[in-house]
């Protein structure tokens, strides 16, 4: 399947009118778990409809009550954003919140805001990195820094996304000042759970062994290293395992459940 949400999801809302099932290793997007539309899809991330709980948790760790999503006015962003004000609601936090559309300039949307909502202290840029970073180089130049700030970003970023030359796009700041902002900001990641990276899998071979092969295998072609590299292995398994199992039933004559049932001619 597709590594990002808007790729998958004019996909997977097509793709079940063939009989094809979808399997996606990075496509977080809360608006994909709508199993009427997206029929055939599967995913081994967690939908980011999960994270509303965990920024609760942020926010009485730090004895926070109040926080605004700057949010890019795209599907993956505002299912999030709207996921967020529910559980916000839940516990009587307050967030308030505006979009932006993708066309328009992170620095007038940054001006905008501060004009109007600069009563808040905690703030979420939940958009693409480009605009990100943008409103990030903003927000050092003018002083809305720790400790009097404080800034949260999405946890799927690129590595060394706020340097020049990610996008190419030019801000007025160095990347050792952005550096410097993000010292002091804050991101909810997601970790793969090394719980049991000693127990033998499906596949042969433990967690932690797969982990030693791949590193090792990335080095030698020069690779870099990325979290999606498991889900990616566990997807090719995930379908290889499901295509053994069919196989067996529809040999065996039984194919109810396994979607051949109205298929015509030789399935095996």
């Known amino acids: 399947g597709c590594g990002c949400s808007v790729a998958t999801e004019p996909v997977a809302a097509i793709s079940h009118h063939w009989n094809i099932s979808q399997i996606a290793y990075f496509s977080g997007s809360a608006a994909l778990s709508n199993?009427?539309?997206?029929?055939?899809?599967?995913?081994?991330?967690?939908?980011?409809?999960?994270?509303?709980?965990?920024?609760?948790?942020?926010?009485?760790?730090?004895?926070?009550?109040?926080?605004?999503?700057?949010?890019?006015?795209?599907?993956?962003?505002?299912?999030?954003?709207?996921n967020l004000l529910t559980e916000f609601n839940d516990v009587n936090y307050t967030l308030g919140s505006a979009k932006f559309q993708t066309t328009a300039d992170p620095v007038n949307v940054f001006n905008n805001i501060f004009l109007t909502h600069d009563d808040y202290r905690i703030f979420y840029l939940n958009c693409y990195s480009s605009p990100a970073r943008k409103m990030m180089c903003e927000a050092?130049?003018?002083?809305?820094?720790?400790?009097?700030?404080?800034?949260?970003?999405?946890?799927?970023?690129?590595?060394?996304?706020?340097?020049?030359?990610?996008?190419?796009?030019?801000?007025?700041?160095?990347?050792?000042?952005?550096?410097?902002?993000?010292?002091?900001?804050?991101?909810?990641?997601?970790y793969l759970s090394r719980d049991s990276n000693t127990v033998l899998?499906?596949?042969?071979?433990?967690?932690?062994?797969?982990?030693?092969?791949?590193?090792?295998?990335?080095?030698?072609?020069?690779?870099?290293?990325?979290?999606?590299?498991?889900?990616?292995?566990?997807?090719?398994?995930?379908?290889?395992?499901?295509?053994?199992?069919?196989?067996a039933m529809v040999k065996s004559g039984n194919i109810n459940g396994t979607g051949c049932e109205n298929a015509s001619g030789s399935l095996v």
């Not at 055939?40 to 009550?65: C, E, Q, T, Y």
């Not at 000042?177 to 993000?182: R, Y």
């Open 35 to 82: 199993r009427n539309r997206y029929k055939g899809f599967f995913r081994n991330i967690p939908s980011n409809a999960l994270d509303p709980p965990a920024f609760v948790s942020l926010m009485k760790h730090f004895g926070w009550k109040r926080m605004f999503s700057i949010t890019q006015d795209e599907a993956l962003f505002t299912g999030a954003n709207s």
């Open 140 to 190: 050092s130049k003018r002083g809305y820094t720790y400790p009097k700030y404080a800034w949260i970003f999405p946890d799927w970023y690129i590595d060394q996304w706020w340097t020049a030359d990610v996008d190419g796009g030019s801000v007025n700041c160095t990347d050792t000042e952005l550096e410097t902002f993000l010292e002091r900001s804050l991101t909810l990641q997601r």
């Open 201 to 247: 899998t499906h596949t042969g071979i433990t967690p932690q062994q797969f982990q030693e092969k791949y590193e090792h295998l990335a080095k030698q072609g020069g690779y870099d290293l990325t979290d999606a590299g498991a889900r990616l292995y566990d997807d090719v398994w995930i379908l290889a395992v499901a295509l053994n199992r069919t196989m």
